[in-house]
């Protein structure tokens, strides 16, 4: 969603403590960030905790928006969040073990297609590194821009355009070969 009068007027009123104004945004945005909590986590239990975190935190910190996308200071508050989730569980192998254990557990015989294709993008996705995973994830469930993507992790646009082609290279390699 860009940067609206309609979205402005909604962070006003979420600035001046309005309920109704931070359900507006809860409406505009839990889709999206819970699918990149998800996709980050692969634990639907976690991602809610994430979730909840970030619109605490929200409610908390509304008043440092100061202007600019909102999606990036929205999103980078995301990647702040999960990256302190990962610091202070200190649970990351232990997480990716958990998630395969439970993906290998799943039944499969009645499933969609569809859905056996997300499954294994979502195992595909564990293989890359954090950061690769997280970027390509910002861009796809943020939809931010690379401009914004650059500006969110502090970097030259050439650089996040780069890790991002490699990663998904490196995605659609670990997909074909799945196939095989």
């Known amino acids: 969603m860009a940067q609206t009068d309609e979205l402005a007027k909604i962070i ?8 109704q104004g931070f359900s507006k945004l809860l409406d505009l945005y839990a889709g999206r ?6 996709r980050l986590t692969g634990n639907r239990a976690v991602s809610d905790d994430l979730l909840s975190e970030l619109f605490v935190r929200l409610v908390e910190k509304i008043d440092t928006y100061s202007g600019g996308s909102f999606e990036s200071w929205l999103f980078t508050t995301a990647s702040n969040i999960f990256r302190d989730y990962l610091r202070d569980k200190h649970r990351r ?3 990716l073990k958990q998630h395969s254990a439970m993906l290998e557990s799943e039944p ?3 499933r969609n297609p569809d859905d056996e294709r997300m499954d294994r993008l979502q195992q595909q996705l564990q293989k890359l590194d954090e950061d690769t995973r997280q970027l390509i994830l910002l861009r796809f469930y943020s939809q931010a821009s690379f401009k914004q993507l650059a500006q969110m992790r502090a970097e030259p646009i050439g650089t996040t355009l780069s890790k991002v082609h490699r990663g ?9 070969q799945n196939q095989k």
């Open 33 to 38: 960030l819970y699918g990149y909590f998800y």
């Open 168 to 176: 998904l290279k490196r995605l659609r390699k670990l997909m074909e």
């Open 93 to 95: 192998e232990k997480l």
């Open 108 to 110: 499969g015989p009645d």
């Open 12 to 19: 006003e009123s979420c600035k001046k403590n309005s309920p």
